[in-house]
């Protein structure tokens, strides 16, 4: 049967191995899962991809220092990045790591296809370059960058600040000057290239200013995928990098042309905003220069900055400020729905944010204890004791019935469906939290606990708890995508399993779905409130 479901491939960047998987990686993943889980329900054929970027001189040096092999060293980092993810409810389809045969195959392709466009060169490099960010550095950016921190005497790296390398060898350079024109007409005819639109600006000027050939090969260490026709060299560690994303769909690989021809190009690269320059201007000019597709969008997500609460600024995360926190604290506190939520709804994707405990306990509280959690432990509570352990029993044609919840939900999944798309996460889960606290006014407004009492009010009460129960599902699903364990388990709870996986949410939260007559579990109170004080 042919597949017509519309195709969604994502990614997050490839992570080095070599650094324990930390909030602000977790940020960017999570921010790639929900986006892949709102695909998935909203019926496209989702590919998603995370993975581990493993070779370099970072990593070389690393293994030796630790007396092992780079590749063994890497054998022992990658189960920290499946732990977590796991832990997190990452939903990738796919894990790439460069080590891998598929990838070493796929890169040695690429030189091959640079080679015949003409693209590539041999030289000699003299320069610097920093092996923490591995990345080359002009004499301008140097010097410049000293002169900005007060750095007499050596060269630090304008990133890291760590001692930058003078690397003088033979190398072989990818010709990105011959792109300028290119890569400027791209970012004209396709201004959404790059989101959010303000980081276009930073990409177009770096352009403007001119591009430099790039070194893209080494020859004074060896954990780096060997340059097919020129064994002295490997692959510098971004050229390869930047390709996993065109190889986990078959890039180079005849048994999977089907799949490429079908995959790519990917809709979004999710990355951060430190690495944009690689993948809006050096990775469109790599696919340019072989005549592949381009990518559709870079989305480009800020910092995770930790708030000071005395000057309420946000401060770089760090071990030696002591001020770094590690997923794992956030998860013992939050639980993982609550830390899925968090770091979606109170942090603005494009920009940085500025993180404390005492705003997670805020949030947490207000949105998921006293709001969400309250709502569905109040109404199955009601439903379950007025009607004998299940959901009312309602005459046909109840759901045209006009009542305030209707009117709200009726609004809402277009706007959110509209803001889940461009990653507007807050927008998406204010619109929910607009259903959520019209129904807990709802239930103090209808107080059913009195219509309860009078007989002859019976079918008035069915329509309060109806109304309540449904707002409660369509709200579960809106929910799914940033707290799918959560919203699985409300839907069960109602006897509604079966929905949690839908593949047409539109249809999903049109109200009138809930089940008459169900049975109702009244479970365990979902997010116990956090004691303020903990904060
Ligand atoms: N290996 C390269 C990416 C290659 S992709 C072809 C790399 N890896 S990394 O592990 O250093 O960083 C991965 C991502 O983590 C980057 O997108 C970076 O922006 C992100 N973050 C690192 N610290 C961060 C915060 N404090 N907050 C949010 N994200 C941050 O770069």
């Not at 790599?286 to 000057?311: D, K, Q, S, W, Y």
């Not at 609550?338 to 404390?356: K, L, N, W």
């Not at 299940?390 to 809402?412: F, Q, S, V, Y």
Request: aromatic letters at 12%; hydrophobic letters at 40%.
């Amino acid at each position: 049967m042919a597949d017509n479901k519309k195709p969604f491939y994502i990614t997050t960047p490839i992570y080095y191995v070599n650094a324990a998987p930390h909030l602000g990686t977790a940020y960017c993943t999570i921010l790639c899962d929900v986006q892949a889980r709102f695909r998935r329900a909203m019926g496209q054929d989702v590919k998603f991809l995370t993975g581990l970027d493993e070779h370099g001189e970072k990593v070389q040096r690393a293994a030796e220092d630790h007396g092992k092999t780079p590749q063994e060293w890497c054998d022992s980092l990658a189960p920290a990045f499946h732990d977590i993810w796991n832990t997190l409810e990452i939903s990738n389809d796919d894990f790439i790591r460069t080590t891998q045969p598929r990838q070493i195959r796929a890169v040695q392709h690429l030189w091959d296809r640079m080679k015949d466009a003409g693209y590539i060169y041999k030289d000699s490099y003299d320069g610097w370059y920093c092996v923490h960010e591995e990345t080359y550095y002009t004499e301008t950016q140097v010097s410049k960058s000293d002169e900005d921190h007060g750095v007499v005497g050596r060269h630090l790296c304008p990133e890291c600040q760590r001692e930058l390398q003078r690397v003088k060898e033979e190398s072989w350079f990818f010709k990105l000057s011959a792109f300028q024109d290119r890569l400027l007409k791209l970012y004209d005819e396709h201004p959404d290239f790059v989101m959010p639109a303000f980081r276009m600006n930073e990409v177009r000027s770096f352009v403007e200013s001119g591009l430099r050939d790039i070194s893209v090969s080494r020859t004074s260490f060896d954990w780096g995928i060997p340059v097919p026709f020129d064994d002295k060299h490997v692959t510098y560690v971004w050229f390869d990098a930047l390709l996993n994303y065109a190889t986990a769909v078959g890039f180079g690989d005849p048994d999977m042309a089907d799949e490429y021809a079908r995959r790519w190009p990917a809709q979004y690269h999710v990355v951060g905003k430190d690495i944009i320059r690689f993948h809006c201007v050096i990775w469109p000019a790599m696919l340019m220069a072989i005549g592949e597709a381009l990518p559709e969008h870079v989305f480009a997500h800020g910092f995770l900055m930790v708030r000071n609460e005395e000057t309420g600024q946000g401060e770089k995360m760090s071990k030696s400020r002591g001020n770094a926190i590690a997923p794992q604290d956030v998860i013992d506190m939050l639980g993982v729905e609550g830390y899925r939520y968090y770091f979606m709804t109170d942090c603005v994707p494009g920009e940085d944010g500025a993180i404390s405990y005492s705003r997670m306990t805020q949030v947490y509280n207000a949105d998921l204890a006293n709001s969400w959690g309250n709502l569905v432990s109040r109404s199955l509570n009601m439903s379950a004791k007025y009607f004998d352990g299940k959901t009312p029993e309602l005459p046909e044609g109840w759901a045209d019935r006009a009542n305030p919840l209707k009117d709200i939900a009726d609004g809402l999944v277009d706007r959110y469906v509209a803001a889940m798309s461009v990653f507007d996460y807050v927008s998406a889960k204010n619109a929910v939290l607009e259903l959520v606290h019209a129904a807990n006014h709802y239930i103090e407004d209808s107080a059913p606990w009195a219509v309860a009492k009078d007989p002859a009010r019976a079918d008035e009460l069915e329509q309060i708890i109806t109304n309540l129960l449904e707002a409660i599902r369509i709200s579960a699903h809106l929910f799914a995508p940033f707290m799918p364990q959560t919203s699985a388990e409300v839907l069960r709870r109602m006897s509604l399993a079966d929905e949690a996986d839908t593949t047409d949410l539109i249809a999903a939260c049109q109200w009138g779905g809930l089940a008459s007559g169900a049975a109702v579990t009244k479970g365990d109170a979902l997010f116990p409130r956090l004691d303020v004080k903990k904060g």
